[in-house]
């Protein structure tokens, strides 16, 4: 029996992505979708006008309240600070609000991106008093967020983005714990913050996966990388088990858990397939206000975007681009 060529494309985008096929259902089409929200950490986040500098699209811990007017007149900055990359990230990327240097209106865009993510969040132990942790960050969505955006982004219009993890696996990563047992406790505070947002009536959720943070410029260094391998796929392991779990349990809503791990390995495994050409460190004068043109300056022999590694933890905003063109596939298929 010969199959057909859409199916074969299918199984060919499952076999890429390393992700186990979830049935399709009408709730999840993304491109009927009008809008993303996202939570999240410094992977995730964009800075707000109304945000805590460096940290936020909107408020922080000590500031979580705001009106409807604070929330709509909100703008995503867009500059070399404006997020953890150094340029656009992902969700930027993916949906294409807030790409452009300046200042752009979510509700101007086609697909809108309403940001609650914040850098350096974990869920515990915080690392600053004024951070928003993912449960405190759909508490406030749930209480100063969804009644203003439902107005125009409807839950059945939106699809929420989960992008988190990161600094809880590093910062754990030395804890005299069972690793299995501890991911798995951590990925059910995650779905607890998911089934909040699902009282409110969404249906559609993209979780995302832990990147290679074994293969960070310290740990490819390092005889004893923290996190190791193992550790990244027990959480990755974890994460899917829960969401899994959760699709059961809500027979009403799909739950897609992309693999980013496994695309990003492959930008390491491959670098120049994807116009890479360091994947071990990264350029010491990231930061610089002209890195772009004098990359030479500081020490560095490529530009910028030809690091797989912006700084010690985080992706280069080229590697953002990359995956979010890989993810936007994967959604469509």
Same mark, same amino acid.
């Given at each position: 029996m010969q199959i057909p060529e859409n199916i074969l494309?299918? /199984?060919?985008?499952?076999?890429?992505?390393?992700?186990?096929?979830? &049935?399709?259902?009408?709730?999840?089409q993304w491109s009927s979708k009008k809008g993303l929200i996202a939570f999240g950490d410094s992977y995730t986040y964009v800075q707000g006008?109304?945000?805590?500098?460096?940290?936020? #699209?909107?408020g922080d811990a000590l500031n979580l309240a705001f009106d409807e007017e604070t929330l709509l007149s909100n703008m995503i900055v867009q500059n070399q600070t404006a997020t953890a990359e150094g340029g656009p990230n992902w969700l930027e990327y993916l949906t294409n609000c807030g790409v452009q240097a300046?200042?752009?209106?979510?509700?101007?865009? +086609?697909?809108? /991106?309403?940001? #609650?993510? #914040?850098?350096?969040?974990?869920?515990?132990?915080?690392?600053h008093n004024f951070t928003v942790s993912l449960v405190n960050?759909? /508490?406030?969505? &749930?209480?100063?967020?969804?009644?203003?955006?439902?107005?125009?982004?409807?839950?059945?219009?939106?699809?929420?983005?989960?992008?988190?993890?990161?600094n809880d696996i590093n910062d754990s990563s030395q804890y005299a714990v069972d690793f299995p047992t501890f991911y798995k406790n951590l990925t059910q505070t995650l779905f607890t913050?998911?089934?909040?947002?699902?009282?409110?009536?969404? +249906?559609?959720?993209?979780?995302?996966?832990?990147?290679?943070?074994?293969?960070?410029?310290?740990?490819?260094?390092s005889s004893t990388p923290h996190p190791n391998a193992t550790q990244v796929g027990w959480y990755n392991a974890a994460l899917s088990?829960?969401?899994?779990? #959760?699709?059961?349990?809500?027979?009403?809503?799909?739950?897609?858990?992309?693999?980013?791990?496994?695309?990003?390995?492959?930008? /390491?495994d491959d670098p120049p397939r994807y116009g890479l050409m360091n994947t071990t460190n990264f350029c010491a004068g990231y930061d610089q206000p002209d890195i772009d043109v004098n990359y030479l300056k500081y020490g560095c022999p490529t530009p910028l975007d030809t690091y797989f590694w912006f700084n010690s933890g985080h992706l280069t905003s080229h590697v953002h681009q990359i995956l979010a063109g890989q993810l936007e596939a994967w959604l469509q298929g």
């Open positions: 494309s299918l /199984l060919a985008l499952v076999t890429l992505t390393g992700a186990s096929p979830i &049935k399709t259902t009408e709730k999840f006008i109304h945000g805590h500098q460096n940290y936020s #699209f909107i300046g200042l752009t209106s979510p509700r101007t865009c +086609k697909k809108q /991106l309403w940001d #609650f993510a #914040f850098a350096r969040n974990q869920q515990h132990p915080l690392h960050q759909t /508490l406030q969505f &749930k209480q100063y967020a969804y009644t203003p955006l439902k107005k125009f982004l409807k839950p059945k219009d939106s699809l929420i983005a989960i992008w988190i993890g990161i913050s998911v089934n909040e947002l699902y009282t409110l009536g969404y +249906k559609s959720y993209l979780l995302i996966n832990l990147p290679p943070l074994d293969k960070t410029p310290g740990n490819q260094a088990e829960q969401a899994s779990a #959760f699709q059961r349990e809500k027979s009403d809503v799909e739950v897609r858990v992309f693999d980013a791990h496994t695309q990003l390995s492959a930008m /390491l």
